[in-house]
């Protein structure tokens, strides 16, 4: 189970961080990763951690703004972070955790599991 939270409104310029908590057997071994989706277009990849939390893959649009990491220290609970900086009005956005457990699927940025969205708005 995927539970985003930590969206909002804010303006342009400042900071804000997204939460995911990933609940279940085995989730510290699932790759995960943020999407974002805007009105009438598809999702697409924000951001990755692979299940050892230490790599990770951005998309160029938000490299160096974004920064994603996670939490494995609870057995039963992970929970992925997306901290996002200087945040423009088109980072404006319903944002997706996801998981993936098939270690195949992480270079090539696709996710099964996926949790609600939270919106992210960016006023200019």
């Known amino acids: 189970q995927l539970q985003a939270s930590g969206g909002g409104l804010v303006q342009a310029g400042d900071s804000l961080r997204l939460s995911c908590a990933a609940s279940g057997r085995a989730v510290a071994s699932y790759d995960m990763g943020w999407f974002r989706q805007f009105p009438g277009k598809e999702r697409e990849f924000v951001a990755s951690v692979h299940r050892g939390g230490v790599l990770t893959v951005y998309a160029d649009s938000v490299k160096g703004r974004f920064t994603i990491s996670r939490d494995n220290a609870d057995d039963m609970v992970n929970t992925v972070y997306l901290q996002m900086s200087s945040l423009r009005p088109e980072d404006t956005a319903v944002y997706y955790c996801?998981?993936?457990?098939?270690?195949?699927?992480?270079?090539?940025?696709?996710?099964?599991?996926w949790g609600q969205g939270t919106q992210v708005t960016v006023s200019s």
């Open positions: 996801a998981a993936e457990s098939n270690i195949y699927r992480f270079s090539v940025r696709k996710f099964s599991y």
